[in-house]
């Protein structure tokens, strides 16, 4: 079988799950295109509330072939950097998605697959799980964002060790470090992100997504100039049909039915 990016849905749930059986499911450039486009697709259908990215038969993801990598040193530079750039837009897509994205992490996410676990909204990681960017090893350097998301999630020291030692880090010193929200019995990260997002198709849409907007264009806000997003983004939310009906719900004694 070859590499391939496979959606399905449970209820109001995108999965996407990263399968390349004969390679310990290494990503590869067919992914990257398939994810953009469930990606874009999750983003235009109401039905969808949330998207969980997990890897095939309770393992993540070996990150890059490093066979296609020796390959690609024949190729013009050009055509590695065209690579490079397509990946970094499913790192994007998962990072715009007004949908909150959960990633569920078994075995190991190594290289890009630790980025793009990064890359999601929330991590629920197997009691087992390795997290590796062990790029340094063989020569190379992050991609996918890694370097950006662990200075961005820890303090310098600690990101350094993870990227300049290339040792394993496991799920427990993760959710220690506050990087991982939900640490579960190996074989259960996927179950368990599943019932989280269940949680997700109860709550307001374009609250989700405003609320992840302002979560992404904190760190770049003072606190003068967030004050106004945050304004901005609460005159917004409490004038569109969402909040109408989340008040009335919540006076009435019920629960709301938000679309």
Same mark, same amino acid.
Request: contains cysteine.
């Given at each position: 079988?070859?590499?391939?990016?496979?959606?399905?849905?449970? /209820?109001?749930?995108?999965?996407?799950? +990263? @399968?390349?059986?004969?390679?310990?499911?290494?990503?590869?450039?067919?992914?990257?295109?398939?994810?953009?486009?469930?990606?874009?697709?999750?983003?235009?259908?109401?039905?969808?509330?949330?998207?969980?990215?997990?890897?095939?038969?309770?393992?993540?993801?070996?990150?890059?072939?490093?066979?296609?990598?020796?390959?690609?040193?024949?190729?013009?530079? @050009?055509?590695?950097?065209?690579?490079?750039?397509?990946?970094?837009?499913?790192?994007?897509?998962?990072?715009?998605?007004?949908?909150?994205?959960?990633?569920?992490?078994?075995?190991?996410?190594?290289?890009?697959?630790? #980025?793009?676990?990064?890359?999601?909204?929330?991590?629920?990681?197997?009691?087992?799980?390795?997290?590796?960017?062990?790029?340094? /090893?063989?020569?190379?350097?992050?991609?996918?964002?890694?370097?950006?998301?662990?200075?961005?999630?820890?303090?310098?020291?600690?990101?350094?060790?993870?990227?300049?030692?290339? /040792?394993?880090?496991? #799920?427990?010193? +993760?959710?220690?470090?506050?990087?991982?929200?939900?640490?579960?019995?190996?074989?259960?990260?996927? #179950?368990?992100? +599943?019932?989280?997002?269940?949680?997700?198709?109860?709550?307001?849409?374009?609250?989700?997504?405003?609320?992840?907007? +302002?979560?992404?264009?904190?760190?770049?806000?003072?606190?003068?100039?967030?004050?106004?997003?945050?304004?901005? @983004?609460?005159?917004?939310?409490?004038?569109?049909?969402?909040?109408?009906?989340?008040?009335?719900?919540?006076?009435? /004694?019920?629960?709301?039915?938000?679309?």
């Amino acid at each position: 079988m070859s590499a391939e990016l496979i959606a399905s849905r449970n /209820k109001a749930t995108l999965i996407l799950t +990263l @399968s390349n059986p004969s390679a310990k499911n290494a990503l590869h450039p067919d992914m990257y295109a398939a994810a953009i486009e469930a990606l874009s697709t999750a983003e235009r259908d109401e039905t969808i509330r949330a998207v969980v990215l997990t890897g095939a038969d309770n393992f993540f993801s070996s990150g890059g072939n490093l066979n296609r990598l020796l390959e690609n040193r024949a190729k013009e530079v @050009s055509e590695q950097a065209e690579t490079l750039d397509h990946l970094h837009g499913w790192i994007e897509a998962l990072r715009g998605c007004p949908k909150p994205v959960i990633a569920a992490v078994d075995g190991v996410a190594a290289g890009a697959a630790f #980025s793009l676990a990064l890359a999601c909204d929330m991590i629920v990681a197997g009691a087992g799980a390795q997290f590796i960017m062990a790029h340094v /090893k063989v020569g190379l350097t992050p991609d996918g964002g890694g370097s950006w998301f662990l200075m961005h999630a820890l303090p310098r020291q600690l990101a350094s060790e993870i990227m300049l030692q290339g /040792k394993p880090v496991g #799920s427990q010193r +993760l959710q220690e470090l506050g990087v991982v929200n939900r640490r579960v019995p190996d074989g259960m990260a996927l #179950s368990s992100a +599943l019932l989280w997002a269940d949680e997700f198709a109860d709550m307001s849409p374009h609250a989700l997504e405003r609320i992840k907007t +302002l979560v992404m264009e904190a760190p770049g806000h003072t606190l003068i100039e967030h004050f106004d997003a945050e304004k901005q @983004s609460f005159i917004a939310a409490l004038h569109h049909p969402d909040a109408l009906e989340g008040i009335n719900a919540f006076l009435d /004694k019920r629960k709301p039915q938000f679309k």
